[in-house]
């Protein structure tokens, strides 16, 4: 069974740029494919990227399409989430999480899987 654990997060102005980390252990890193999600207060989880297990294939949320990417190192077992021209509305608790599925998944039920999360907060 694999582990998550996020790093990164943090308090970024509109307009910075944040790269979190998602580091793997316990399990065999590149059999499982890789998504990120976040959660502001009051809200549901909701999708924001995910990486096949090669990573030759991402998917973004359209909300961050252009500005967020998803990639993956499989010999470092880590994923990352690198975000450009934050907004606002970006702030929430981002959670990466992991499914061995054979079939691209992009809601939260999809991944059994989940790390802790990292507090990504933009002030304007």
């Known amino acids: 069974q694999v582990q998550l654990v996020e790093s990164g997060g943090g308090l970024v102005q509109a307009g910075g740029s944040l790269r979190l980390s998602c580091a793997a252990s316990g399990g065999t890193f590149s059999s499982y494919q890789m998504g990120w999600f976040h959660q502001a207060p009051g809200k549901e989880r909701e999708f924001v990227a995910t990486?096949?297990?090669?990573?030759?294939?991402?998917f973004h949320a359209d909300s961050v399409k252009g500005r967020f990417a998803i990639s993956r190192d499989n010999a470092k077992n880590t994923v990352y989430l690198q975000m450009n021209s934050l907004k606002p509305e970006d702030t929430a608790v981002y959670h990466c999480?992991?499914?061995?599925?054979?079939?691209?998944?992009?809601?939260?039920?999809?991944?059994?899987?989940w790390g802790q999360g990292t507090q990504v907060t933009v002030s304007s």
């Open positions: 999480a992991a499914h061995s599925d054979p079939i691209v998944q992009v809601t939260p039920n999809g991944y059994p899987y």
């Open positions: 990486i096949t297990r090669s990573g030759r294939r991402t």
